[in-house]
């Protein structure tokens, strides 16, 4: 597994196929195997790296207060793109992973040619309730990896038995989970609100929830993400939190068209 030196430590990824680049972004917590079943046919056609977030999977560790920043991930992947020398690249992010490919979107419209955002994390209109539940998994008190991922993963498929299987192992070490909480307290946060800065997204975007999903509800979180990037198109996916990997083939029968358009879309772009 490849991996790149940051300013915040070495960042592992997978990389598969060739073409344009195709960049995973995966959830809190979560690594890049989350995204195995769909890895095959999306390498198919481009070149796909899927990201370990520093602190998960086989990244380093960065302090924990660091990762309380909503801008430490956008960060860590402008510098993973430089250091790989990217050009502008297609992204499926999801949760925390749809959040931080959104806020580059606003931020660096040259970098993105499209984006697939699976359940994005900055649409949940918050009250006490979502504010209590985000300072509880922030706590000592907070439901282990792998006891909520049994909560929002609906579909018991291979890719998802080893998601559980990852949450009850590598990502219950002390440490990473620490890295968890941080980022559940940051969620709170008004810098990570994405509602009003979406519009400006410019870019191609497909917007995917989860119909059982209790994390990200489709019925309010989807709703609004869809006002605020009118045009974006939403789906609603017969799954959980983790479409890709609960329901793949439905999954790839709605992404693979629509980054087929992205691409077609630029291409088709007069020279300027």
Sequence with gaps: MPAVTLSCGAVHYVERGQGAPLVLLHANPGDAADFEAVMPALA????????DWPGYGRS????????????????????????????????IGNSLGGNVAARLAVASPEA???????????FTPHNAMTRAFCRFQGSRLALPPRVFARLYLKHRTPAVKAML?????????????AINRAVWRSFIEPANDLRQSARAIQ???LLLFGKHDPVIPARKDGAVAARSMPAA??????SGHAPFAEIPEAFLAEVLPFLAGCMGAQSAAPPT
């Design 44 to 51: 198919s056609q481009y070149r796909v790296l899927a990201v």
């Design 60 to 91: 380093a560790l960065p302090a924990k207060e660091a990762v309380a920043s909503p801008g430490f991930f956008l960060n860590a992947l402008r510098e993973f793109m430089q250091a790989l020398c990217l050009p502008p690249a297609l992204f």
């Design 165 to 177: 299987e990852r949450a009850a192992t590598t990502q219950a070490d002390a440490r990473r989970i």
């Design 203 to 205: 870019a191609p975007a």
């Design 233 to 238: 198109k939403l789906v609603v996916m017969p």
């Design 112 to 122: 993105v040619r499209g984006l697939v955002l699976v359940a994005p994390g900055g």
